[in-house]
């Protein structure tokens, strides 16, 4: 498996915005999916949202959390093999450790479908 690769977390006011990266330099994409997860202690992992191709075109993308729907979009770069997740508009209740992972297959929104995960990077939102 590639190692997923996080960045982007950090500290922002409430209203801003953030963009997260996963990076999985070097792979390609072929018949497959990614999904963005994120976690609260005592919660258990939450779809945020998921984008799948085959043979590198994305065939579709995941309804979003209704948290977050209309606030966060789910991109990918082609051409670096990097998968974004863009948060606007972030509210206190955004505040988690967000994820992303990647699976052969469609799209799921169990965290118990995907093996291949990224470390994780804290996102704060501060009111």
């Known amino acids: 498996q590639v190692p997923l690769v996080e960045s982007g977390g950090g500290l922002v006011q409430a209203g801003g915005s953030l963009r997260l990266s996963c990076s999985a330099s070097?792979?390609?994409?072929?018949?497959?999916?990614m999904a963005w997860f994120r976690q609260t202690p005592g919660k258990e992992r939450e779809f945020v949202g998921g984008?799948?191709?085959?043979?590198?075109?994305?065939?579709?993308?995941?309804d979003f959390a209704d948290a977050v729907y209309g606030r966060f979009a789910i991109s990918r770069d082609n051409a670096h093999s990097i998968i974004y997740l863009q948060m606007n508009s972030l509210k206190p209740e955004d505040t988690a450790v967000y994820y992303c992972?990647?699976?052969?297959?469609?799209?799921?929104?169990?965290?118990?479908?995907?093996?291949?995960w990224g470390q994780g990077t804290q996102v704060t939102v501060s009111s």
């Open positions: 992972a990647t699976r052969e297959g469609v799209v799921a929104k169990s965290a118990a479908m995907y093996k291949n």
């Open positions: 070097g792979h390609t994409f072929g018949d497959s999916s």
């Open positions: 984008l799948g191709w085959i043979h590198g075109d994305i065939y579709g993308i995941s």
